[in-house]
């Protein structure tokens, strides 16, 4: 009941005296004290942040999705699709760039 009413009491005093309760862990130790953990979960996403952790912060810092490049891909395969196959590879770039640089027909 004392350790209640000692959060409690540093919780009305404000946000500085409560700050180490409640600071988020840091993105080096959050995987470390997810890893340590009994469930399987928590341990495979872990190591899925161990594994992807330069890229998540790369992204919180440049926030650059790679969407307009998901997109010109998707619109290249809906080419190659839709023609069912060209005579020449020259036919195929060609048909690429008018369709993904929006060029006027000849």
């Known amino acids: 009941m004392s350790q209640q009413t000692t959060w ?3 919780a009305h005093r404000g946000p500085s005296h409560a700050k180490n309760r409640w600071s988020v ?3 080096r130790s959050l995987p470390r004290r997810a ?3 009994r469930l399987e979960p928590f341990n495979k996403l872990a190591q899925t ?4 952790l330069d890229g998540i912060l790369s ?3 440049l926030r ?3 969407g307009a490049l998901e997109g010109m891909k998707n619109k290249v395969k809906a080419i190659s699709h839709r023609a069912l ?10 048909n690429i760039y008018h ?5 006027p027909l000849p």
Do not use: D, K
């Open 99 to 103: 369709c993904c640089a929006e060029l």
């Open 35 to 37: 890893s340590h953990s």
């Open 49 to 52: 942040i161990r594994t992807h």
């Open 64 to 66: 650059v999705t790679n």
């Open 59 to 61: 992204w919180t810092r």
């Open 85 to 94: 196959g060209f005579r020449t590879t020259w036919t195929y770039i060609g």
């Open 8 to 10: 409690m009491a540093q």
């Open 25 to 27: 862990p840091s993105s």
